[in-house]
């Protein structure tokens, strides 16, 4: 039950996961399933477990090239073939995520959070899960964190649920010099 909510990003635990009988293996395997994410087409949060699925045979399709540098490797899911500025856009989303999920357990390591409870907040925010570990598990809450803290959890959590493509786009200095022509950021 307890990967299944991770996955599905629903926020639910019917146990206490950082109780003693829960070895860490087992809360290995609940990590790997907040960084899995959820089926592509569904709300959950996360990097979407179809995009980790094609950056691992990326990966692999590479490893492959290397030892074999004159062959045609194309890299292929379900019988087609991916191009490569879809994997190219793939890569880059799942990138973006493991940044914004180092950079956030950075900050909150800077702001006094020991580096577990840091990553944990950080997967859970970012990725929308809920629960994260340590002091932050099912039966904790994110109340003993400080102000700064919220506000940075805050942030990753809205840049996770927007998909990180939608922050990017409305960063992008095209988007911004065409809002600023159009008059919407017009300076009186």
Known sequence: ?????????????????????????????????????????????????????????????????????????????????????????????????????????????ALGSNFATAFSASLACVGNIGPGFESLGPMGSFAEIGSASKVVLSIGMWMGRLELVTILALLHPDVLRHLRWRGKFSRN
């Not at 692999?60 to 073939?81: M, N």
């Open 1 to 109: 039950f307890q990967s299944a909510s991770f996955i599905s990003s629903t926020g639910y635990a019917s146990v206490d996961y950082a109780a003693a009988p829960w070895t860490d293996s087992a809360r290995m395997f609940l990590l790997i399933a907040m960084l899995v994410g959820g089926c592509a087409g569904s709300a959950a949060g996360g990097p979407k477990a179809i995009r980790n699925l094609l950056s691992l045979k990326y990966m692999w399709t590479e490893l492959t090239r290397t030892l074999h540098p004159r062959g045609v490797l194309p890299l292929r899911h379900r019988g087609k073939v991916i191009p490569n500025h879809a994997m190219r856009s793939i890569l880059n989303l799942v990138l973006c995520y493991a940044l914004t999920y180092v950079v956030v357990a950075l900050i909150l390591v």
